[in-house]
């Protein structure tokens, strides 16, 4: 556990002392600033669009504004991860391998799994340090919004927001893992985030057998019902097995470096 | 303190270690000698645990390296060629934190950190970030974290590569120093730096053990000499009074091969002195059959050229008068 603690909290200052972190998190800000911002306005402008029709129609409007927006909002928050966790977790093994550190943590009285764990944790930390600004947004909903927001879509959805941003993490940490480029680990996590995103598109094109199956390894697809506030068990399966997946294959990764380095 | 037997790696079809066995005591400073690709980092790695021998054993204080690997882990420090440092990290965070990975208590790790920077005169740079260090002091840095557990075994591959002469002298000074306490074993490929800090010498070429021996024993076979073996048609006796007559040998073994009366015989010649032509002469006047007449430390010579590299000119010449 000390080990772990350690790993951690070393990971923590490297992010904070390179521009790294910084870099990522601002974009990632002023990406979802502007697509709140801008669903907002188009949101409002459809329910008012809505509401005069009713009007005319004679009916009430039903259409609930801080719902949508929110869905929207959290489902584009997942795509905007997609490609920016790449950049998190690039650096995770790759840079370690290229300083020769490695050698020194895998020299030292701590097990592969505390090496693992620690950095999982601390990637995972900076996805929630990345995410908390966002729940700005949703305070100035509950303080303006009527009807409030509905409690359970929001947990549902930032729930299905950090499972995506850990699976995507621990996916990145094994790739890392492979190789001693940053470059190269930066894109083979950008490429399989996008190809596990792509798979929704294809399944959604194809019928039969093969569009079940790409379906159901597309990861819009069990992301979805987070952000509609439907915690299913399929969901929460399959982003578990795919972080343990993750972890498991960065494990034997590193396990494997002993027996490979020439 | 450490024992190494028939310790063998191997990187698919290439061995870079072949069957060495040797071992350390406690207190000691082992050097370890050899030319580039002799399979020093290999060894070092393999003792360190960080690749697992392909066959073979080695134990650290009783414990195997691969078998028992948490436990050998907390006994060594272990600086690898290039040292593992993080750039972005400062001295001294940088230090802590290797403090922490190699299980030194929470209250005791101030104060290692500072013994260690004491050590190894890094404590003016504490605050510095490793990166903007010259290399002298990131070899340094190196070193300090290699020690900062206080371990009782101390693993330094080149540990004076990078620093100026001055600063080679104060790391052979703090090497020296950390003996007695700590078992040390150290690679180089400077001849001066093994007879100056080690008690012994292993030389290795190409994955195997060519010599083991105190450094002034090394010294004095390499100066002392060539070795000359002779074998010929004659009684053990009539070789050794043959061959003591002649100028300039110094020792003579016999020693009779048993079959058909040949006799091998060890002539050890003065410091540059070559007995060869004088010997043959001799024989052949004797009118026994010479059956081979060679320079028999050649190796040893060989490798310590390639090894002190002070004058590459000379290589080709010497080996090929060798091997006349």
Redesign the interface.
Same mark, same amino acid.
């Given at each position: 556990m000390r080990g772990l603690y350690a790993i951690y909290r070393k990971e923590m200052s490297h992010y904070f002392v390179s521009p790294v972190a910084y870099v990522v998190v601002c974009i990632f800000l002023v990406l979802s600033g502007f697509f709140f911002n801008n669903y907002l306005v188009e949101v409002i402008t459809y329910a008012n669009n809505m509401m005069m029709e009713s009007m005319q129609m004679g009916q009430a409007s039903n259409f609930d504004v801080p719902t949508v927006l929110l869905r929207v909002f959290l489902g584009t928050v997942g795509i905007v991860l997609l490609f920016l966790t790449p950049f998190l977790a690039m650096g995770l093994y790759s840079e370690e391998r290229k300083r020769g550190t490695m050698e020194l943590l895998m020299t030292s009285p701590i097990t592969d799994a505390e090496i693992v764990l620690g950095k999982f944790l601390a990637s995972f930390t900076l996805l929630v340090i990345m995410l908390l600004p966002t729940v700005f947004y949703v305070i100035y909903m509950f303080a303006h919004s009527d009807p409030a927001p509905p409690w359970r879509m929001i947990g549902g959805a930032y729930l299905g927001v950090l499972l995506l941003g850990a699976m995507l993490l621990s996916l990145g940490s094994f790739l890392s893992s492979l190789t001693e480029n940053q470059i190269i680990s930066g894109v083979l996590i950008f490429g399989v985030s996008l190809l596990l995103w792509l798979l929704n598109a294809f399944s959604q094109s194809g019928s039969g057998v093969l569009a079940q199956v790409l379906q159901y390894a597309a990861v819009l697809h069990h992301y979805d019902p987070f952000v509609q506030g439907v915690i299913d068990t399929t969901g929460l399966v399959f982003f578990g097995s795919w972080i343990f997946l993750g972890i498991f294959l960065t494990m034997r990764s590193i396990e494997s470096m002993r027996w490979r380095r020439a | 303190m450490i024992e190494v037997q028939d310790l063998t790696k191997a /990187?698919?079809e290439k061995t870079a270690v072949d069957r060495i066995t040797f071992s350390v005591n406690k207190g000691e400073i082992l050097g370890f000698l050899g030319p580039n690709g002799a399979g020093k980092t290999t060894t070092m790695?393999v003792l360190?645990?960080?690749?697992?021998a392909t066959e073979g054993t080695a134990k650290i204080a009783g414990f195997d390296v691969f078998d028992d690997s948490?436990e050998v882990?907390?006994r060594?420090g272990?600086l690898?060629e290039?040292?593992?440092?993080?750039?972005?990290?400062s001295v001294a965070?940088y230090l802590g /934190?290797?403090a922490?990975?190699?299980?030194v208590p929470a209250e005791k790790r101030a104060q290692r950190v500072e013994a260690a920077m004491e050590m190894t005169k890094i404590s003016d740079k504490r605050n510095e970030l490793i990166k903007r260090l010259s290399r002298g002091y990131k070899q340094r840095v190196g070193l300090a974290?290699a020690i900062v557990h206080d371990p009782d075994v101390i693993i330094l591959d080149e540990p004076t590569v990078g620093l100026d002469p001055k600063q080679i002298i104060e790391v052979r000074h703090l090497i020296k120093g950390l003996a007695g306490s700590h078992t040390i074993i150290l690679s180089t490929h400077i001849l001066p730096e093994v007879s100056m800090t080690c008690d012994r010498v292993i030389i290795i070429n190409n994955g195997k053990i060519v010599a083991v021996d105190t450094p002034e024993n090394l010294t004095l076979r390499l100066k002392g000499g060539a070795r000359i073996r002779v074998e010929a048609q004659a009684s053990e006796q009539q070789l050794r009074d043959a061959l003591e007559n002649i100028p300039g040998a110094q020792r003579v073994q016999v020693e009779s091969l048993g079959s058909g009366g040949r006799t091998v015989a060890v002539v050890e010649a003065g410091q540059g002195k070559d007995l060869r032509s004088q010997i043959a002469a001799k024989i052949v006047g004797q009118g026994w059959p010479l059956y081979e007449l060679r320079g028999q430390n050649v190796s040893l010579e060989e490798i310590f050229l390639q090894l002190t590299t002070e004058d590459p000119a000379h290589k080709p010449a010497e080996k090929s008068e060798e091997h006349s």
């Open positions: - | /990187f698919g790695r360190t645990g960080y690749l697992p948490m882990r907390r060594i272990y690898p290039n040292p593992p440092l993080y750039l972005d990290m965070a /934190f290797v922490r990975i190699k299980n974290q």
